[in-house]
């Protein structure tokens, strides 16, 4: 089996980023959250923790997997769609 490297696998990904968000996180809800289990399930590493509780996304490089939205235990905290048409990850054959 061939191993294949993270920055090779990263080099066949695209981000065709839109100018509307389709994950929006309302920070108002996490600073309830005691789980932060979006911080630790995201594969990109999109959800930073900030010093008021609340969470900040960066959607510009999500792989939209769809699983901060299935591990959210705060009642509307994450809202997902998917991106526009033409917009959102791409991945390429290497």
């Known amino acids: ?3 294949i490297s ?3 696998r990263m080099a066949t990904i695209d981000f065709r980023v839109g100018s509307r ?16 289990a979006c911080v630790v399930c995201c ?3 999109l959800f930073v923790p ?3 509780g609340g969470i900040l996304f960066n959607y510009e490089q ?3 997997c769809g699983t901060c939205y299935l591990v959210c235990n705060g009642d509307g905290a994450i809202s997902w ?14």
Do not use: L
């Open 43 to 45: 594969p990109a590493n």
């Open 6 to 8: 993270f920055e090779d």
């Open 62 to 64: 999500c792989f939209e």
């Open 81 to 94: 769609t998917y991106p526009d048409g033409g917009h959102g990850v791409a991945f390429r054959r290497s």
């Open 21 to 36: 968000a389709h994950i929006e996180v309302d920070s108002d809800v996490c600073r309830s959250c005691t789980t932060r």
């Open 1 to 3: 089996m061939t191993t």
């Open 50 to 52: 900030t010093s008021d």
